[in-house]
């Protein structure tokens, strides 16, 4: 697996994993746009020469909000998500922030325990954040 950066490029791919993984995703044109902004950072996973997954964050003077975290379904379980979150907190933490916060679906237990192995603790629950499904929110802190 190699983890790099993300490009606008990238947008495409990006859009297509979205589409497929996350419940409330992301158009094109605005992911576009966040891959070209300097607020948000992306990376990318490529396990061979696939497109395997993608992280975001977006950072605010010194707190940065993790977007999204998709792997494709054909390569989980393979530690694509932990290489891609230790990639973008180290750039989170790297650029001077000090806290960073996420939500994740409370049935999303795969998820949540990554998270939670990486040192994010529960802030609060949204209820009925993704349609019937709560969120936590979830806060590392350095």
């Known amino acids: 697996m190699r983890v790099t950066d993300c490009t606008v490029s990238d947008a495409g791919d ?3 994993l979205e589409k497929e ?3 409330c995703a992301w158009s094109e044109k605005d992911i576009s746009a966040a891959l070209a902004s300097s607020d ?3 990376v990318k996973a490529e396990y061979g020469n696939e497109f395997a ?3 975001g964050m977006r950072l605010v003077l010194d707190t940065a909000e993790i977007c999204n975290v998709a792997v494709k379904p054909a390569f989980r379980r393979r530690g694509i998500g932990r290489g891609l979150m230790e990639a973008l907190l180290q750039r989170v933490f790297s650029s ?5 916060y996420l939500e994740v679906a409370e049935d999303n ?3 949540i325990g990554l ?3 990486l040192g994010f603790t529960e802030v609060y629950k949204r209820k009925r954040y993704y349609g019937e499904k709560s969120a936590y929110v979830m806060k590392l802190s350095r």
């Open 96 to 100: 001077g922030a000090t806290s960073v």
């Open 53 to 55: 997954g993608y992280a």
């Open 40 to 42: 948000y950072t992306f």
């Open 21 to 23: 993984c996350i419940e």
């Open 109 to 111: 237990t795969a998820a």
């Open 115 to 117: 998270y939670s192995s």
């Open 14 to 16: 990006i859009c297509l």
